[in-house]
């Protein structure tokens, strides 16, 4: 049988939905191109420099990021002040190794003392309706707890009282799978995702990295065309108190996962997948989806605390100024470096990002960290 290929992140439109499948595998003679391509358009326009200085401040990202990734040494979160690369660490030993690589390095509250400062956030507000998110803010060194605009005042009081956690007023959150029957990651018995990152578990078995709730109750999955391309084999989204937001599915024998995003267009097609990694807070970062195409952003935190319509928390997303909607969800994050960052998980409800929108679309959304997924699961992801 005709092995079918299955791109990384890939979605598709009405107008490509009856394409043959040989029409995804990723152009094979011309160059793979960076997202940092389209990336610097956008930082251009957000900025008001030249797409020269954009480029040459997103290569200024990537060799920090780089030699953020080869340090030897614990840190304890990173994180942009301008154009530079804080690095937290606990030890004067640590900041002279940091240092020395031409970074800055800084010590005082760091990813894990923020993570118990959310968790001490999180039982304050226990018994209390209208948490929306618990942010840890590296760069400010505090917690951003945002609650419903109707959340009782006895909520924000007990949230207030903790040292170190501010209060903000936000939207309601959702996952996004979304009921819309023909798209690219069809789940029976008909809610719809994005596909995210393909790889390979230690036995040598072909698995697709996704959301948990994508997957949950292990449903079959199809393609756009109805052509059967794997099955949901484990999910972690409902399993556990609080739970994270992580699944597998299972690629079929006849398919192969390649290590490309498909950019809707907003590239020539496709970008390589070079490695996987969390990159600093404030490095730039974009995703694909079936919904809302190419959609951009910057890394804001890590380690979300969020609270789902429907009463599900879930621990340990990331957050970035990445606009997404229902539809999205599993879609592949990619940053600087083209390294993998992660999967859809959702996103603030009400939401309009518009179709390769870049930064334009404004909102933000989280995801769950695909070094996380891939570590719990044992997966290689594939790269190019």
């Keep these: 049988m005709k092995h079918r290929v299955l791109a990384v992140g890939l979605a598709t439109s009405a107008a490509l939905a009856a394409a043959p499948i040989a029409a995804w595998a990723a152009p094979s003679a011309a160059p793979l191109p960076s997202p940092d391509d389209v990336v610097a358009g956008f930082v251009a326009q957000r900025d008001g420099i030249s797409v020269a200085q954009a480029e040459r401040k997103l290569d200024r990202q990537a060799a920090q990021q780089h030699r953020l990734d080869s340090l030897d040494v614990a840190t304890d979160g990173a994180y942009y002040r301008g154009d530079t690369m804080v690095v937290v660490v606990d030890s004067a030993r640590d900041q002279r190794a940091v240092e020395s690589q031409g ?37 400010n060194q505090r917690v ?6 109707d959340a009782p005042a006895a ?3 007990r949230l207030t009282a903790v040292d170190g956690v501010v209060v903000e007023t936000g939207a309601p959150l959702s996952t996004q799978a979304d009921v819309v029957p023909g798209r690219i990651m ?6 719809n995702c994005s596909l995210g990152f393909p790889g390979t578990t230690s036995s040598g078995n072909n698995v697709l990295l996704t959301a948990g709730h994508c997957v949950e109750g292990l449903p079959d999955i199809y393609d756009a065309n109805g052509t059967h391309i794997g099955k949901g084999t484990n999910s972690r989204f409902r399993s556990g108190a609080p739970s994270v937001d992580m699944g597998l599915m299972d690629i079929d024998a006849e398919d192969t996962g390649r290590a490309y995003v498909d950019t809707r267009g907003a590239l020539s097609g496709y970008v390589p997948v070079y490695g996987v990694s969390n990159n600093a807070v404030g490095t730039d970062i974009c995703k694909a989806g079936n919904t809302t195409g190419w959609t951009c952003g910057q890394v804001q935190a890590y380690n979300v605390t969020v609270n789902y ?21 599993g879609g592949a994050y990619i940053g600087t470096n083209n390294y993998a960052q992660g999967m859809t998980s959702g996103g603030p409800t009400g939401v309009d990002c518009g179709f390769n929108a870049g930064y334009g679309a404004g909102s933000y959304s989280f995801y769950q960290p695909v070094v996380d997924a ?9 790269t190019s």
């Design 103 to 139: 970074l800055t390095a800084r010590q005082g509250k760091g990813q894990r003392e923020l993570d118990a400062l959310s968790r001490t956030a999180q039982r304050a507000a226990k018994g209390h309706a209208g948490l929306v998110s618990l942010t840890p803010d590296l760069a």
């Design 144 to 149: 951003v707890a945002t609650v419903e605009a």
């Design 155 to 157: 909520l924000r009081e």
């Design 186 to 191: 069809d789940l029976v018995p008909g809610t």
């Design 309 to 329: 319509s429907g009463g599900t928390t879930v621990t340990d997303l990331a957050r970035a100024s990445v606009c997404t909607e229902g539809g999205d969800s």
């Design 374 to 382: 891939a570590s719990y699961y044992g997966v290689t992801v594939a």
